[in-house]
Every structure is written in structure tokens, then in C-alpha cells.
């Protein structure tokens, strides 16, 4: 034997030994090496809202130990909270804690992906070999497809995140079904509550995942007789349970606030379901927030209906009725632009084949398994559909599609195998070429007038593996493996993407970046940064004020000087986006701060439309208490510097000093009560405004050992000031009240 044979049979023994994991590994390395332009991205790709508000929550979780209700997906808080410690050091924490957020969700993906794939069993096609190339396939396609498909280019860390979760429970589940083994239900009863830690609909899917455990446990009846019945609810129930009703005890506990905000989050998403649904009737809109006056006039205000979607629904079953007929009409678009345009009729009609090959088994089962499982995606009808919703079925129609693929190889010669899999293909191809002058649905910067090709190249050296792995053993796995990294290329770069991108800087290179530098530099913390999307002040580690209410008002003076007045906000970020979509309050705004003394410049590039300014006496904050008299002494002394209270503790600089500002946070809580001179600015029964904040996020220590706070006012006439410290439910460690007389502090207190 030469030594390449010899080495050839090494290798392919090595492979083979392990041969669905290795091959798991090996496709997802190469997958992630060619997405590494979307799982490392540069600043300006992370979204502004969704994993902005993520991240957001992950920094609080680890700086201020802030928690999330269960509507938002607390254990996304988590992962990116694990990534912020690994990056919150660095100046570029916010790349880098996406990146580490989005490479941990990819890896749970693919390993949700393997341990689903290794439940495929040989009985379908009552062939070892069989089996064992439906597990291959299953692999091949589930971390392939999403090449053809920009699967994961419009990233959602809730989507992408429950996805992966919901297939490492599916493996459980299906694991569960071969060998009856309870430790399978209750992995998978924690992976579950993980998921409703994740989105709400984990909720439902708990709830899916007992019945199925007990309608798979009835057909052999023994399980359901006393004591098993009760083993399979606890192993399926309890832990899901424990680990969704432990978190809400310890946010009830550590919050006071026992409410899961799901109900709120739903009719949230109810109300912006109308815009997006009949998103024709608001052309040049945001689609998200332009049908809430609609919505409320069909289905009445949040307040009427108790924020119960049911009670809106019956005010008004025809309307429903229309917005349902309107959505299921919409859903073969959603389809096509979740898993590759024209490529989804590929995935489908194999995933279908597959469905046939285990229904005709005595493993249909794991078909009732499969499809029962997507139950809680009904619920989208409800509110409203997107593709990222319709990604949740992707792993299971994986999962189909290996047996599908592997019954059309293994029946090549049977026409009726091969005469409706040569039309799918031709079809598919035809309809790429004739798309060729348009671009991937999913993804409108990918071209795929050559995805289909490659694709075909792809299989044409992957499939026919599929039919003589029995006779390569023990190097089956060794072609069928370089094959299917063969398709991989070939799909990425029909698909247009580079694994180099990555070698180019992803850091420092937008003026966003440029923005952050200034926020941090010239914007204490705890003052709040208005602007639409987070992105710039959470990777300043800043408060945001939305701008939303104000932009979607018509541009006048007058409301622009009412949202002045009310808001606390001590610097305004302009950045594109609100140029393209809101153009003319940009220019008023622009003109407004450039053109006002009180205002500062702080960052500017005019070519990209954007822009930070700064109140005047932020800048002077930490030379306050050598300049100004406080109008306020107690623990701390308090100054009023223009719309801006300043706490100051003094003590002589020490390197313990950090420690005793540290103590003034923990249980301690400031309290502000402001008093406007007009009244009526306030809600209906109140004659102040309460405006409490920590001192972890509204402090930090000054250059020389001081505990400094800060809280920005509202811009009406103020009457006077309550403000003090105290701990919740015990007492107030200390109080003042602080006088105004046309507008200025009377003196100290």
C-alpha cells in the first residue's frame, strides 16, 4: 500500500469511526468560515432595535444587575451578558459582544442540528446504510441550506437563539420516542423552559411538549398506568416548570414586580401586526407603528380591551376576519423568502418525500412528532407572520429532507421517483434564470441567478455518495464528506460570500463609531441620549430616549419646544436613518441644536448625516462643586447646573474610595419628585413628577475619588425639587427640598 493509499484509509477510518459528528464539525467550521461576515459583524450591521435592546440588557444584567421580565427573553440577557464579561473591557465591547453572542447561538444551532439528525433511525427504508445516509443528508442540508437561503443574514438573536433551543428539545423528544428513557423528557423539558425564557411562545411549546410525551406514551399504554403516568408528567413538566417559575420568582423578588409582561407584549404585537399585514395602505412608513390608529379604531385602545388580544378580536370578528384572510394569503411570500425564493420548492418537495417515507414506516410517530411541534406558530396569526417566524420549522423540514433525498437515490431507477424529482429541479431552475435580473428575497444584496447551478453542481457530486456509501465502507464518509463540502462552496460563492471578509477591520471604521467615542467622552453616565434605535448610546453604556413620538408628529415649532421641555434628555444623536425616513425634522432638528448656545457640537460628519449634540454644562459637570454653591447639603451635596441635578459625595481620594461609591448603590434607591409651576403638564391628578434612578446607573466615580450622580430635569418652570435617598420598604436615609424663584435655585437647603 502507498503511503497516500495508507493515508487515505487512515482518514477514512478516522471519519468513519464518528462519522455524523465528524461530519457536523467539518460542515459546520466551513459554513461558519463562509458566514463569518454575519456572525462577526461590523457596527453598522448589528440591527438597531432587537439586538441592540439585546446586548442593552445583557450589559445592565452584568453593570446593574437590571432583569428582564419574561416578555422580553431573559436568558438572551444571559448569553449576552456571558459575552459582555468576556469584551466589556475593550472600547469595541459592542462588536464584539454581538459577535460573541451570535457564534454561541450558531454553535447551539448546529448542535441542536447534529443531535436531531443522529435520532433519524434505519427503519424507514429498513436499510443500515439507509440510515446512516439519511443522518448525512440530514446534516448536509440543514447546515448547507442556509448558504443558498441567506438564512441567517437578517440576524434576530430571539429567533435564531429559540430555533436553536426548540432542536436540541425536538432531539430529546425524538430520542424519547426510541428508547423510552425518562432522562431524555427531562433534558428536554429544561431545554423547553429555556426556550420560554427565550420567547413567549415557549410558553406554548412547554405545554406542546407534555402532550407529546404522553400521546407517543399512550399507543403502548403501560407508561400511562399509575406510578408512570406520573414519572412522564413530572419528567416533562417539572423541569420546564422549575426553570421558567424560578427565574419569575427571583425577578418578582428582586424587582417587587410579579407581572410576565406577555399579555402586554402580545397586544403590542397585535397593534403592530395591522401595519405590517396591510403594509400597501402606508407606503413610505414605518410599518411597525403606521396602522395603530387604524388598529384602535377597528378593535378599540389597549385600555378598553384590558390588553387581552381575545377581547380585541371579539369587539370586531369581521375585521379580524379580513386581517386573518389577508395574512394566510401572504404566507406562500413568507415561505419563499425564509428558506432561499425558488429554492424553497427544492426543500419542500424533498421534506414532503421524506413525510411519505416515515408515514408508510412504523416510525410515523416521529412524523406526528415533527409536525405537532410547530403548533405554537399558530399564534402568529394572531398578531402577525415574518419569515423569521417561518424559520422555526426549518430543522424538522431538514430532518424530512434527508429521508427524502436519500429515498429518491436509492429508487433512481423507479420512474415515479425520478420523473417528479427531474420537473421540481427543472421547474426551480427555470424560475431562477427567468428571476435572474432580481435578487434573493430574503436577502435584497444577494444575487441568485447562479445559486440554483451551483446548488445542482453541489448535489450532482454530493447525492450520488448517498447511493454507494455501503459500497466505500469504511470510506464511505470520507467522499460523501468532501462532496458536501464541494456543494458548500459552491453555493457560498454563487451566493456571493467571502470567508476575507473577515480579514478587513471590523471595528473603528463608521462614523456611528466615531459618535460612541464622543457619547462617552462628553456624555456622563446616566444622562440619557435621544435618538431613534440604540446602537450609539448602549455602546456608550447610556441611557436612550426615543425621538419616535416626536418624528411621527407634523414638524412645527411648538411641538418641538413641548417635547423639550418634558424630555431629561442631555444629548440628541442624529444619524442616518433618521435622515432617510424622517428628512424634514431632521433639517429643523440639525438647525435647531447648531444654531442654539445651550447646545454643543460633540461629534459631526456631515457626508453621513450624522450628528451628537451635548447641553453645555454637561461639560462642566465634574468642576461643579469648585464653582457653584450647592443648593442643597445632606449625604450628598446637591447642585442644579441648567436642567441638570449633581449629586456629589465628597471624601479624600483613597483606593477604597471605589468600594464606598459602590455602597451607594446595592439596596439604595435616589428619589426625585419635581414640581412644575404649571401643573397641568402633568397627568390629571398629580402635582409632581417622579423621576427615581439608581446610583449604578446614574453614577460614577470623578477623577478625584468623588461619588457623583446625576439626573436631568424636564425643561418647564420648576416650583421646587424633592430629592433624597432611602431603601425600599424601610426608610429614607436622608431628604431635602430644594426652592426655585424664577427659575433659579433659592439657596441652600
Known amino acids: 500500500?502507498?503511503?497516500?493509499?495508507?493515508?487515505?484509509?487512515?482518514?477514512?477510518?478516522?471519519?468513519?469511526?464518528?462519522?455524523?459528528?465528524?461530519?457536523?464539525?467539518?460542515?459546520?467550521?466551513?459554513?461558519?468560515?463562509?458566514?463569518?461576515?454575519?456572525?462577526?459583524?461590523?457596527?453598522?450591521?448589528?440591527?438597531?432595535?432587537?439586538?441592540?435592546?439585546?446586548?442593552?440588557?445583557?450589559?445592565?444584567?452584568?453593570?446593574?444587575?437590571?432583569?428582564?421580565?419574561?416578555?422580553?427573553?431573559?436568558?438572551?440577557?444571559?448569553?449576552?451578558?456571558?459575552?459582555?464579561?468576556?469584551?466589556?473591557?475593550?472600547?469595541?465591547?459592542?462588536?464584539?459582544?454581538?459577535?460573541g453572542g451570535r457564534l454561541a447561538t450558531y454553535v447551539l444551532f448546529c448542535l441542536g442540528m447534529y443531535l436531531c439528525s443522529r435520532t433519524l433511525s434505519d427503519e424507514p427504508a429498513r436499510s443500515p446504510a439507509a440510515g446512516s445516509a439519511a443522518r448525512h443528508a440530514a446534516l448536509v442540508i440543514g447546515l448547507t441550506w442556509p448558504l443558498a437561503a441567506s438564512f441567517f443574514a437578517g440576524w434576530n438573536s430571539s429567533d435564531f437563539l429559540f430555533i436553536a433551543l426548540s432542536a436540541l428539545a425536538l432531539s430529546r423528544l425524538l430520542a424519547w420516542l426510541s428508547d423510552r428513557s425518562l432522562r431524555h423528557l427531562l433534558w428536554g423539558s429544561v431545554l423547553v423552559g429555556l426556550a420560554g425564557l427565550t420567547r413567549p411562545d415557549g410558553l406554548i411549546l412547554l405545554a406542546t411538549f407534555v402532550v407529546m410525551a404522553f400521546a407517543t406514551a399512550a399507543r403502548e399504554g403501560r407508561t400511562l398506568r399509575p406510578p408512570g403516568w406520573r414519572k412522564l408528567l413530572a419528567a416533562s413538566l417539572l423541569p420546564g416548570v422549575l426553570v421558567i417559575g424560578g427565574y419569575q420568582t427571583v425577578y418578582g423578588t428582586a424587582t417587587g414586580g410579579w407581572g410576565t409582561g406577555v399579555m402586554a407584549r402580545t397586544y403590542t404585537a397585535f397593534e403592530q401586526g395591522h401595519g405590517v399585514i396591510f403594509r400597501e395602505r402606508y407606503p413610505d412608513q414605518v410599518t411597525m407603528v403606521a396602522g395603530y390608529d387604524d388598529v384602535r379604531a377597528s378593535f378599540g385602545t389597549r385600555a378598553d380591551n384590558g390588553?387581552?388580544?381575545?377581547?380585541?378580536?371579539?369587539?370586531n370578528p369581521v375585521a379580524f376576519a379580513e386581517r386573518?384572510?389577508?395574512?394566510?394569503?401572504?404566507?406562500?411570500?413568507?415561505?419563499?423568502?425564509?428558506?432561499?425564493?425558488?429554492?424553497?420548492?427544492?426543500?419542500?418537495?424533498?421534506?414532503?418525500?421524506?413525510?411519505?417515507?416515515?408515514?408508510r414506516s412504523t416510525e410515523r410517530w416521529k412524523l406526528v412528532v415533527m409536525v405537532g411541534w410547530h403548533f405554537h406558530v399558530l399564534s402568529y396569526f394572531v398578531t402577525f407572520w415574518r419569515p423569521g417566524y417561518v424559520r422555526f420549522a426549518f430543522?424538522?423540514?431538514?430532518?424530512?429532507?434527508?429521508?427524502?433525498?436519500?429515498?429518491?437515490?436509492?429508487?433512481?431507477?423507479?420512474?415515479?421517483?425520478?420523473?417528479?424529482?427531474?420537473?421540481?429541479?427543472?421547474?426551480?431552475?427555470?424560475?431562477?434564470?427567468?428571476?435572474?435580473?432580481?435578487?434573493?428575497?430574503?436577502?435584497?444584496?444577494?444575487?441568485?441567478?447562479h445559486v440554483g447551478p451551483a446548488l445542482g453542481l453541489g448535489m450532482a457530486l454530493w447525492l450520488p455518495t448517498l447511493a454507494v456509501r455501503r459500497r466505500l465502507r469504511p470510506h464511505g464518509t470520507l467522499p460523501g464528506l468532501l462532496a458536501a463540502l464541494v456543494a458548500v462552496s459552491a453555493v457560498a460563492a454563487a451566493a456571493g460570500r467571502s470567508p476575507t471578509d473577515l480579514l478587513s477591520p471590523r471595528v473603528g471604521l463608521s462614523p456611528e463609531e466615531g459618535a460612541v467615542v464622543a457619547a462617552t467622552r462628553d456624555v456622563p453616565p446616566g444622562v440619557h441620549i435621544a435618538t431613534a434605535g440604540a446602537r450609539v448610546p448602549t455602546a456608550a453604556r447610556r441611557p436612550v430616549r426615543d425621538v419616535g413620538g416626536l418624528m411621527r408628529m407634523p414638524v412645527s415649532r411648538s411641538g418641538f419646544d413641548r417635547w423639550e421641555?418634558?424630555?431629561?434628555?442631555?444629548?440628541?444623536?442624529?444619524?442616518?436613518?433618521?435622515?432617510?425616513?424622517?428628512?424634514?425634522?431632521?433639517?429643523?432638528?440639525?438647525?435647531?441644536?447648531?444654531?442654539?448656545?445651550?447646545?454643543?457640537?460633540?461629534?459631526?460628519?456631515?457626508?453621513?448625516?450624522?450628528?451628537?449634540?451635548?447641553?453645555?454644562?454637561?461639560?462642566?459637570?465634574?468642576?461643579?462643586?469648585?464653582?457653584?454653591?450647592?443648593?442643597?447639603?445632606?449625604?450628598?451635596?446637591?447642585?442644579?447646573?441648567?436642567?441638570?441635578?449633581?449629586?456629589?459625595?465628597?471624601?479624600?481620594?483613597?483606593?477604597?474610595?471605589?468600594?464606598?461609591?459602590?455602597?451607594?448603590?446595592g439596596a439604595k434607591r435616589f428619589f426625585v419628585?419635581?414640581?412644575?409651576?404649571?401643573?397641568?403638564?402633568?397627568?390629571?391628578?398629580?402635582?409632581?413628577?417622579?423621576?427615581?434612578?439608581?446610583?449604578?446607573?446614574?453614577?460614577?466615580?470623578?477623577?478625584?475619588?468623588?461619588?457623583?450622580?446625576?439626573?436631568?430635569?424636564?425643561?418647564?418652570?420648576?416650583?421646587?425639587?424633592?430629592?433624597?435617598?432611602?431603601?425600599?420598604g424601610d426608610r429614607r436615609l436622608w431628604e431635602g427640598r430644594i426652592e426655585f424663584d424664577d427659575g433659579r435655585p433659592a439657596g441652600p437647603g
Not at 478516522?14 to 454575519?38: F, K, M, P, Q, S
Not at 431632521?586 to 461629534?603: G, K, M, Q, Y
Request: charged fraction near 20%; aromatic fraction near 14%.
Open 307 to 315: 390588553a387581552s388580544v381575545l377581547r380585541a378580536i371579539a369587539r
Open 565 to 665: 421641555r418634558t424630555t431629561d434628555a442631555g444629548a440628541v444623536y442624529l444619524h442616518p436613518w433618521l435622515h432617510l425616513r424622517y428628512g424634514e425634522w431632521f433639517e429643523f432638528l440639525l438647525a435647531t441644536f447648531r444654531n442654539d448656545p445651550t447646545w454643543v457640537t460633540a461629534f459631526s460628519d456631515p457626508a453621513a448625516h450624522t450628528w451628537l449634540f451635548v447641553r453645555r454644562p454637561l461639560l462642566d459637570v465634574e468642576d461643579v462643586w469648585n464653582s457653584q454653591v450647592p443648593a442643597l447639603r445632606s449625604d450628598f451635596d446637591v447642585f442644579v447646573l441648567d436642567r441638570l441635578l449633581v449629586y456629589v459625595k465628597h471624601g479624600a481620594p483613597s483606593t477604597r474610595t471605589s468600594m464606598r461609591c459602590e455602597r451607594e448603590g
Open 673 to 728: 419628585h419635581v414640581a412644575p409651576v404649571d401643573t397641568s403638564l402633568l397627568p390629571a391628578g398629580r402635582r409632581t413628577a417622579s423621576m427615581n434612578f439608581r446610583f449604578e446607573r446614574n453614577g460614577f466615580q470623578a477623577a478625584d475619588g468623588r461619588c457623583v450622580a446625576m439626573r436631568a430635569l424636564p425643561g418647564y418652570e420648576i416650583d421646587y425639587i424633592e430629592t433624597g435617598q432611602y431603601i425600599p
Open 324 to 359: 386573518l384572510a389577508y395574512g394566510v394569503a401572504d404566507m406562500p411570500l413568507k415561505f419563499t423568502r425564509a428558506f432561499g425564493g425558488p429554492l424553497t420548492v427544492v426543500l419542500l418537495f424533498l421534506a414532503a418525500r421524506g413525510a411519505v417515507l416515515l408515514w
Open 1 to 99: 500500500m502507498t503511503g497516500a493509499a495508507a493515508a487515505w484509509h487512515r482518514l477514512g477510518a478516522t471519519l468513519g469511526a464518528h462519522g455524523e459528528r465528524n461530519v457536523a464539525i467539518v460542515l459546520g467550521v466551513a459554513t461558519a468560515v463562509w458566514l463569518l461576515d454575519v456572525l462577526v459583524p461590523t457596527f453598522g450591521q448589528i440591527p438597531q432595535w432587537d439586538e441592540t435592546g439585546y446586548m442593552r440588557s445583557g450589559w445592565r444584567l452584568v453593570d446593574e444587575g437590571a432583569l428582564r421580565d419574561l416578555a422580553w427573553g431573559p436568558f438572551i440577557s444571559f448569553v449576552y451578558g456571558l459575552a459582555y464579561l468576556a469584551f466589556q473591557e475593550s472600547p469595541n465591547w459592542f462588536v464584539w459582544t454581538a459577535a
Open 395 to 449: 430543522v424538522a423540514l431538514a430532518l424530512l429532507a434527508g429521508h427524502g433525498a436519500v429515498a429518491i437515490v436509492r429508487n433512481w431507477r423507479d420512474w415515479r421517483e425520478t420523473v417528479p424529482a427531474a420537473l421540481v429541479l427543472l421547474g426551480t431552475a427555470a424560475w431562477l434564470w427567468w428571476d435572474a435580473e432580481g435578487t434573493l428575497w430574503s436577502d435584497p444584496g444577494v444575487r441568485i441567478s
